[in-house]
């Protein structure tokens, strides 16, 4: 179907030509992807997390030991913790404006 679309858009020296003769397959405002792409490293990741060992899923476990960890000062547990529920903190830069320095003033009295 494609190899069929792409002839019928081009012309005799075979550059695409403007505008779309064939149609769009979505009305206008209707997306191609209502879902949104799946990302399968997230789904894994929650497949794996979901996993019940010992009556407690993985991800209380792990979450418990990255609790633990901060709790005997473990600098980048309270700051994983820390950014993951407050949030990242806003790096702000104060600037302020110069003006130029005059090297040299030439007047006309020096010809």
């Known amino acids: 179907m494609m190899a069929k679309q792409s002839e019928n858009n081009r012309n005799s020296k075979g550059q695409f030509t403007k505008g779309n003769t064939e149609g769009n397959r979505w009305k206008k405002g209707e997306s191609g992807n209502p879902k949104g792409r799946r990302n399968s490293f997230t789904d894994i990741l929650n497949e794996i997390g979901d996993l019940e060992k010992d009556e407690r899923t993985k991800r209380f ?34 600037t302020q404006e ?4 005059k090297i040299l003033d030439l007047d006309d009295d020096y010809e």
């Open 61 to 94: 476990k792990i979450m418990s030991k990255l609790y633990g960890m901060a709790e005997r000062g473990d600098l980048n547990a309270i700051k994983f913790i820390v950014e993951r529920v407050e949030g990242k903190a806003v790096e702000t830069i104060r």
């Open 98 to 101: 110069i003006e130029p320095i």
